[in-house]
């Protein structure tokens, strides 16, 4: 299933008359002559964000969704976010511009990455970053002693800065090796025993425990994500300890924890998403449940937060799950081939640079066939092959569906790759020199943007 996108039976998908996307007939993007590309429903995006917040509001008042921009960073996404109020993860100085030009607020971004530059994080926090989350205990040593001296200086930009400990919980995850954030093998996040370490020496170091609070008064939040397309959650519990740990002993050194992140990372299958958010649903109550029932052994916290945690603020950080679904990517046939009967080689017109999750993560995008030319249509031709649908880059890499079934193609057809709104455009390259993919954005039956 896919909000905002309909698809008639293989019969009707004639002369573009099978599929719309926000209510746009795919006749009229195929009038536009723009293959390789990717088109968007603006709706469909909207709709995921909103049911993130509703979802979230349910269980805490103070509550904020930032959208994962690196899955899919589109000017009409960004201005979807923006209008609509929504926060922006970034994770460098290029998105945190881009962010910014698409009139997000700068106390509305937060700032995450592994390996963040000391340029990067200052241009940020002077142009009035909100959020940022550290990976390192010396980005974070070095963004406390900047801060304090920028206090010195009475400069305000900092002050409604929350700095959070990215923590790395130590906990394995069941997803692609390289989608994996939070276990011991990643490199992403602080482990609990080094910030325990480190917190240790600051103080000796300080002596003076007022200087010392003072300094370390911008670290108020905490932040884990573990990981990404995940496509089951009961491992939160346990997050949730490793999280309510740190807020313990960070609270039992008078540093009181005002912000938690959980992340983004829910997972999108090959069959969409369900049209009434209800995935969204299950993992938000999910996650705070855990972190609400976890909390209850840890009555100090709760002091300080509230039985009905009103004086914490809870955030996620959802890319994936907000656009996958929203975009599908079409690619017209150029030729066909068959090696042997089993190996079947159609040729598109997009390839590894324009859609590249095939190649990098071997993933699987639901194919079909969405138009095809009347003239060509005959019984036969609704009989199912397995294709191996191929670009034209040089690289034996290089393909965007392998043993997909479709029936005979021919030139001139289209097929449409599903779930294709996180994590491809946003990874197109001009590999062989191939120019970018092109992007249509569509809303209530009107074409809203063309790249
Ligand atoms: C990539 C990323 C996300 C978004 O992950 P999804 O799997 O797309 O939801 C959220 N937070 C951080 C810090 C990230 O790096």
Known sequence: MRPFISLKSIEERINGKGLEIDAVPLAQILD????????????????????????????????????????????????????????????????????????IHPNKVCFAGVGKKESEWKEA??????????????????????????????????????????????????????????????????????????????????????LFLNWINPLKGIHVHIGSQLTENSIFPLVARKVLDCAQFMFENKIFVQHIDFGGGLG?????????????????????????????????????????????????????????SSTIFLTKVLYEKRNSVENIFCYVDGAMNDFPRPSIYGAVHHAELVNYDNMNLSKNDLNIFSWNIV?????????????????????????????????????ASQYNLRELPSEIFVRDGNITDIF
Not at 43 to 72: D, G, P, T, W
Not at 94 to 101: N, Q
Not at 282 to 292: D, L, P, T
């Open 268 to 324: 999108v299958g090959q069959n969409g998403v369900p049209e009434n958010g209800e995935d969204i649903f299950s993992h938000v109550h999910f996650v705070c449940n855990a972190f609400k029932q976890e909390s209850k052994k840890y009555p100090k916290l709760l002091s300080i937060w509230n039985d009905d945690f009103s004086n914490l603020f809870v955030c996620m950080e959802p890319g994936r799950s907000i656009v996958a």
């Open 32 to 103: 536009l002559d723009k293959t390789p590309v990717y088109v968007t429903s603006l709706n469909a995006v909207s709709q995921r964000l909103n049911k993130y917040k509703e979802a979230l509001s349910i269980h805490f008042k103070q509550n904020e969704i930032f959208y994962a921009m690196k899955a899919n960073f589109a000017a009409p996404i960004l201005n979807t976010v923006s209008k609509e109020n929504f926060g922006i993860d970034i994770v460098s100085i290029g998105e945190w511009r881009k962010a910014l030009a698409s009139g």
């Open 125 to 210: 926090i002077l142009g009035g970053l909100g959020n940022l989350s550290v990976e390192h205990l010396t980005e974070l040593t070095e963004i406390l002693d900047f801060l304090s001296e920028e206090k010195k200086l009475n400069s305000i930009a900092q002050k409604k800065l929350v700095v959070s400990l990215r923590l790395n919980p130590a906990v394995e995850v069941d997803t692609h090796p390289h989608l994996k954030t939070g276990a011991l093998n990643s490199k992403f996040g602080v482990l609990f025993e080094h910030f325990c370490n480190w917190l240790n020496a600051k103080k000796m170091q300080f002596k003076n425990e007022e």
């Open 391 to 427: 670009g034209p880059v040089c690289e034996s890499g290089d393909f965007l569906a392998k043993n997909a079934l479709l029936p005979q193609i021919h030139k001139g057809d289209v097929i449409a790759f599903f779930e294709a709104g996180a994590y491809c455009r946003s990874m």
